[in-house]
């Protein structure tokens, strides 16, 4: 059983950075492809970005050239830094494994993912 728990959210200013980290624990964590979704309010959960277990990355349009997914597989560890936050950013950000397609890269629905943490909060206020 994998868990995972994120940490790093909280309330910045347009423009501003943050970076989010989630550390696993109870599974193998270099065998996971790990990803970010998003739910803003009245909203559906939506991907931000992943990444493969060998280091391939992919991202979702509206924060390509924003935001970066890492990992460091010594630590247990996925970070997804934030630079240029704007409003629409604003959500809870869930962190996500993917222990069986782990190798894939744009794999981005929901149903793909068999671990979820608990989600931070990101607001950005204007």
């Known amino acids: 059983q994998v868990q995972l728990v994120e940490t790093g959210g909280g309330l910045v200013l347009a423009g501003d950075s943050l970076r989010l980290s989630c550390t696993t624990s109870?599974?193998?964590?270099?065998?996971?492809?790990m990803a970010w979704f998003r739910q803003a309010p009245e909203k559906e959960r939506e991907f931000v970005a992943r990444v493969s277990a060998t280091g391939g990355t992919h991202y979702a349009d509206s924060v390509k050239g924003r935001f970066t997914i890492s990992r460091d597989n010594a630590k247990n560890t996925v970070y997804l830094q934030m630079n240029s936050l704007k409003p629409e950013d604003t959500a809870v950000y869930y962190c996500?494994?993917?222990?069986?397609?782990?190798?894939?890269?744009?794999?981005?629905?929901?149903?793909?993912?068999?671990?979820w943490g608990q989600g931070t909060q990101v607001t950005v206020s204007s």
């Open positions: 109870g599974g193998t964590f270099s065998r996971c492809a």
């Open positions: 996500a494994a993917d222990d069986r397609f782990f190798a894939s890269t744009a794999l981005i629905s929901r149903q793909y993912y068999t671990y």
